[in-house]
Structure formats: structure tokens, C-alpha cells
């Protein structure tokens, strides 16, 4: 048995565009982005640990520290 996809109430209505009610499309699309290239620089900080090259991580690193204390 096969179920129809889940399709939130408002979005049946097409009258303009939908309310915000507080969302910020463009921060969470700039906070993806973020995210993404943090993701890449864990990826590498990891390579470079894995291979024992201390310096390349803690390069790889300190992009990330900043931010950590958010």
C-alpha cells in the first residue's frame, strides 16, 4: 500500500507568498553553507591526523577553533 507524500495544510493554499512566522531563508541557507565547508574542513583535519602530519591538521584546524566558541 503505497501512501501519498506529506504535504503541510498551507502549502494547498497558493495565494501569494507563504507567511514567515520568524524563518530566515537566507541564514539557514547561509548557515548550510557554513556548515558544509566545516564538514570539508574536518574531512581534511582528519586526512592529515591520519597521515601524522601535525602541522597541515592543526592548519586544518584552526579554521574551525574560532567558531567553536560560539
Known sequence: MMSEPFEHP??????????TDGFDRD???RLLDQ???DVSAVEAAMV????????AYAAAVSTLEPRLAD
Open 10 to 19: 498551507a502549502a494547498a493554499l497558493d495565494d501569494g507568498p507563504a507567511p
Open 27 to 29: 541564514r539557514v541557507l
Open 35 to 37: 556548515l558544509e565547508r
Open 48 to 55: 592529515h591526523a591520519e597521515s601524522g602530519d601535525s602541522d
